[in-house]
């Protein structure tokens, strides 16, 4: 299995999702999505696919990969929640490294599961919402 499967790695797709997509957010993360049923090829992945972005401004490098860690975690924990073809950015901002401390994963994963159902995209019982 190719390790990239189910991320954005390339900038392109990035961009796609921040011009295209919409976007939901809280105090700590912000999730644009964009839905790429019908306008993928067919060799692109099915299911989700996701990358992250947390800017300089958070600090030094090992936080930012921190934060990047315990975010990709926290969404591989709730990713068979979310079905359909979607592309999501997730923005961490800067309080976030804070929750981390104070709050530990839990409090991470918390949050971003409220981002993905601000968005629509999983409801409180976890199912995907249905969007006919």
Excluded: C
């Amino acid at each position: 299995m190719e390790r990239s499967r189910g991320r954005l790695t390339r900038s392109e797709d990035f961009t796609r999702v921040y011009r295209t997509g919409r976007s939901v957010a809280n105090r700590y993360l912000v999730l644009y999505y964009f839905d790429r049923s019908g306008s993928e090829s067919v060799s692109a992945p099915s299911g989700p696919r996701i990358g992250f972005s947390v800017s300089k401004r958070l600090g030094s490098a090992v936080d930012r990969n921190r934060v990047k860690r315990v975010l990709r975690e926290a969404y591989r924990a709730q990713a068979e929640m979310i079905t359909g073809q979607f592309d999501l950015v997730v923005i961490a901002r800067e309080p976030i490294i804070e929750l981390l401390e104070t709050g530990g994963f839990k409090a991470v994963e918390e949050k971003l599961v409220e981002v993905l159902r601000k968005a629509s995209l999983v409801t409180n019982k976890g199912e995907r919402e249905k969007t006919s």
